[in-house]
């Protein structure tokens, strides 16, 4: 058996030794049914059935000759995932993939059908009450005419191209199985923007945070930032390279229109990127603030005590030296020595006061 | 309905689920009417019209064989363009970009047309009467003797060239709408310059501030200017790859005069993605050097103190030595006790210094 | 002779002037037997021979027409590697390799052979009971039907292939020594994972001691990290270039197929590199959180020492002025002096706390 | 009209709006008369004129068969390049570039003609007495058997090559025009090595200054060598583009055993840069050298000053006790208590010295 | 005359405005003749003449058709170099790089012959006792059946070579000229792993040093290595490409065979490389290792301080209270006042000490 791995850092790999291509769930353990939604299509026709048994989906897969969408929800049935790659006849590394979550996003070719990964990332209730990046696997197989889309759990981003597709306003129902992928894909990257838009919200309440009280407690803010950041980026740094591949897919499986599509996609795909980067140099730039507020703080700190302990040391001094219990002290006994001996303190005080403003201190 | 977007990271990207290509406004919202100018031009003609409703525009623009340029001032009423679009023939993705501001720079070659967007970067009046960062998309469409422009809103940086038309002199009536989209290119990076000047006097300004008094205030600006810099950064990098996307199009709708004209805009473009490295690179040297005036100020403040307290820490205590009250102190009743106390503290005071002034403490 | 060489830095070349392909160990001492295994199997056989001697083992290898896996454990015996290599037609160069511990993962084609280095991470019981990074070489030359793999100690990673091998489930029998070295590599890249899984594990940990105390044990810690993750960069870096290579060798020794396999092995080799630098990111992080979390503590310390001798130095003076022992102070002999002084004490002590605390101090 | 512009960042490039092609100066005020030379060479002729009219350089230029190298000190007067342009049929943006001072390095192909910008750096005199970088824009165009440069300002770094041209010694005479401009262009690369060396020098000097004392004049003078360096950085890189464009020119303009001194000019200029990067990195380094330097120093002053406070405060504190009023304290009427209590302090004293000394404080 | 340079920054280039291919040695003075050792070999012949004199050399080397190798150690007298050049039909621009010592590692391919830089590194004694990087010029010109080296002084790294040579064994003899050139260059390469050995051993001594007792020595000898590591990197980033250009020129002067042993040290120089980017890195883990350590360290300063100060200075205050001389301090007629007070102080004392400790201070 392989032993449980944590998503955040290592993508779930098969255990060490094991097979290639044997496809055994590696994720965090589900115990939700795996449910199968099938919406076939075309620009006259429009039939849609949720949680259809699997050899039902699997036989209409193959019978109609609509547009045929098949949504998996759960690849956690490995023994799911196979039967139904072989009745489509997908390579056993492609399967190995779909249930193995973590990917890297890319696209594969296998001539009879593409191969997609992409990453939907969102925001769940974390530990503390505060939203957590969640990041689940999105795998999708461009057959001839069949989408196959599998992702980890139910609940997804897809409902307003659903409907979409049951009003048939638009493109979607005129255009083939290649434009109803990019169409998934467009939205995959279009809620990315959403999820970063939401970490520049949080920067910026950071930013206020660091300038008013920079506790440790907003520099572990920033740190768990700066890690999710890294999972964004993971996530999001490969999708230029799957539009690339995928523009140069032109051929059967992609028409010449959807390729216009794509290179749209791409051009989206490159600004999530540049927007990833941008935040990431903010977050640097937090750290550097939360140093550079520390150090000002620090200054301030110093600059009080400083003019407190510089005053009051030379007095205190100096009202040491006449509680001294010599026997011979002249101005003890001088008439106006007490009275004098205040006027000299209040007149260092204020010259010290003056110097210390003259240099700029307070 | 679209959830209004920041424009400062995020472009605006359709809502999600939002059909591709549907061409919906994504901005801040603006109520100013859209106003249009069309002129047209040739060797030996010139006329121009402002506010021209839009079926006489698009009249205009298809009878006359001159060179025409249409103008339009506010993209926020999707509706007009897209009726203008579909009688230019445009892609649907091309009437999306020019609605949905917040592009990167690109260009597109449609075969029929070139669809190119800008960034035109200007100060404005910002919140606390600090000038700010003010970035508007200009989309710019090169059809067979047509250019169409679109920008944001009325007030544009173009009226020199409008002069220049009127006045026939140069080579700009002589050549065709290639060089027309060349010329307002020009402008556009030319203009660019202006700005990163600006940047420059505000960070020489900076400079002078971290050195003569480093404060928080001074900090959130520099950190605001390297905000604002980023964005600057993701307007022009493109720029480079925009202008070598244009030299790669020579034929039909770029002759070969203007690519010659192109290239020194390349060139420009280039320069000014340098000049912007380099004030990042200063931005960086603020940072740094604002931490090291702080802990230089921190280092002064310390000595003061240090020489101060080392002085006077001492000498409190002898004189509180002289202030016991034992019975049996015979110090005390020395005939030259006090005087002889006065002289032993201000050599200590001397010695320590000679002391510090040899460590080079001040 | 060529003197010893630590293993952590410089790959151990042959001694300055020594001749190029003369084949001389250059590792640390080591007195284990050399032992070699020997398994040739096919669709329909398998058998399994261990510690056979050199010269049956070379036997085997040219006699029989199954596919044929040898296993030298040890390479410090180098007249064994030059007879070995002798027999199976290496050239010098590959002997030599084989024999210099430390090589960088690398792919030659010899056109007769294929020959691969990679390194094997792990764990070992440090010298601090602490697990320290263990990297081990491994040789593998594939040749027609045969796979000779030399390692420098016994013990390692491949019994699950092995059994996997006996029992003849799934494609391992039925495909070439091709597939064979890539099951051999996709598992050491896979075992990696687990290492990174380890650093990940051992970052996070620090974190938590960081937040908490930062000693410079902390410190030496995560330095002792940032190097050896060096180590572990030098050792993953050339995996995709080692990939790559071995992905255009299509043709005689590497089939089509196995091309496939390659491929996904290519995607976890990048998968790989991805999470070292995500975890170097995460330690130059670590660093930076030192640094803040230090500057953070001793702000606190300050502020406490500021408060406390900012209330007690002028009190401190007060008490002194009263001290005095001037003939003629009229206030000693007040009715309420001595109480009225408390309460102009206690009086500026509240005050000061009060204004720390709206300067949020504490 | 065009505002003046600062040269330290912003190319000078047209006024905003003006024609693309405009020849109009950009640059600092200048009112020297613009003088021209002209030497015209060949195997066994030599003859140079100074300060020739403008008309008669035109006429001498076109009637000779020699080489002729036409020399302009000064491009502040637009019309006279113009003039000197139309007449050698140079493109309207050759000539814009000439007068545009600030031009980024670069070469550009014009078919009848190669038209070279690079920047001559030297040291003048600063604003306070101290050396300030310099940065001259040399323009050069080669036409067929025609040099004509043109620079800021009289005064430059060939006289060694009139002297060698007068002597005839070398290659120099025997070859083309096509050397003429790589002997120039060499001399101008040469050049950038001494004012680099005088960088090393300068650093090398701060360097020291910051170990002894790190004074903000220091760090002032640390920011400004890094500004100049991005100024020579941003003049230095494009050399290598320069002269690989150069190059690839061999042809009708540049002979094939020019391209080997070519190769050799690309090679120094690959010197320079790695050089200016050097450079770069030392003042990076002297930049964490002053914040190192200032630590260090803060914490020798703060152990002086814990030092000097944890050994008084606690006696300070004895000495108080002994001077309180209490009619029974029994210490006081101790025979030899006042000795008993300097023992007992002097103890403290020494005790406490001791245990700094083994935290290692002094 | 050209002035003296310094090798560590800038090369030494001609004076400005001298000719190009002019051969004026450019380096430190010396006055050590120079000395030419002669080797003719083949596989059945082996002879060696020391200190020939330059004309029998050459003569030597026309008439005989072994492979002949020339060394001439020190290329301070450039005439010498000249006639040689000459002899051999050397390029002029080859002759000035020979003469012009800090040459960057290229090669130069000028049909008849190859040119080849390299510099040997090695550790010789610097001025106050401690080794200093030394960095020393190979030339080396590989023409048909002869190569002739050129080094800055007598001593070199080739001896071994020799003894192979010698005694006939390996390859060396068998093999052409270009072999001997492929071995002398592996020898430079192997050596630089030594030096950079050195380095990492130096760099691990001053971590301890770091830890241990961070001073301003070690900070000084940090930056030492960091500056000395850039030259190596300088003299090592090149190898990659010199030794990729020699595997481009496989042909008459290049045999296929020896195209082998380049790949290898191919492989060699990349790991150099790899190790010097490590060295780099670890340089740079030190200095943020430094002031991590300083911080730390003042940390533990400023709490010693702080907890001295903070208990000592409200026990101060109070018995500065019952040092005051009012006449009615009702206290001070007490009975247990004193042994009240003392309770009390101790109290406090205990009190803050458990605050402390819960704070983790100590």
Do not use: C
Not at 36 to 41: F, K, S
Not at 106 to 134: I, N
Not at 141 to 162: A, H, S, Y
Not at 178 to 205: H, N, W
């Amino acid at each position: 058996m392989t032993r449980p791995r944590r998503r955040t850092l290592a993508p779930p790999v098969p255990a060490v030794g094991s097979s290639p291509g044997s496809v055994v769930y590696q994720g965090p353990e589900r115990d939700a049914p795996v449910v199968a939604d099938l919406i076939v299509y075309g620009p006259e026709r429009y039939e849609e059935r949720s949680d259809v048994p699997l050899e039902e989906a699997l036989a209409r897969l193959t019978e109609t000759d609509g547009i045929r969408w098949l949504n998996v929800d759960g690849v956690h049935r490995a023994e799911i995932v196979e039967r139904l790659g072989s009745a489509l006849g997908l390579h056993p590394l492609t399967m190995e993939d779909i249930v193995s979550l973590g990917q890297r996003p890319k696209v594969e070719d296998f001539e009879r059908y593409l191969f997609v990964t992409l990453r939907m990332l969102a925001f769940a209730e974390g530990e503390h009450g505060r939203p957590e990046l969640d990041s689940e696997q999105l795998s999708l197989v461009l057959l001839d005419g069949i989408v196959v889309t599998f992702q980890e759990r139910r609940g997804d981003l897809f409902d307003p191209l659903r409907e979409r597709l049951r009003q048939g306003k638009g493109r979607l129902r005129k255009l083939g199985a290649d434009y109803l992928a990019y169409a998934l894909m467009d939205i995959v990257i279009d809620r990315t923007f959403t999820v970063l838009e939401d970490y520049g919200d949080a920067i910026e309440t950071l930013e206020a945070a660091i300038l008013e009280d920079p506790s440790t407690r907003v520099l572990e803010r920033v740190n768990h930032l700066k890690r999710e950041m890294l999972l964004v980026r993971k996530a999001v740094w490969p999708l230029r390279e799957v539009l690339a591949g995928l523009e140069r897919q032109e051929g059967q499986l992609v028409s010449r229109t959807v390729i216009t599509y794509l290179r749209d996609a791409h051009d989206h795909a490159v600004q999530v990127i540049d927007t990833v980067e941008t935040l990431r140099d903010m977050l640097t730039n937090l750290h550097d603030m939360y140093l550079s507020s520390l150090s000002y703080r620090m200054n301030e700190v110093m600059k009080v005590l400083t003019i407190i302990a510089t005053i009051f040391i030379p007095l205190s001094f100096l009202v040491g030296v006449y509680g001294m219990n010599f026997h011979y002290m002249p101005e003890l006994s001088w008439r106006w020595g007490y009275f004098g001996l205040w006027g000299l303190m209040v007149a260092i005080a204020v010259g010290m006061l003056v110097a210390f403003r003259r240099r700029g201190w307070f």
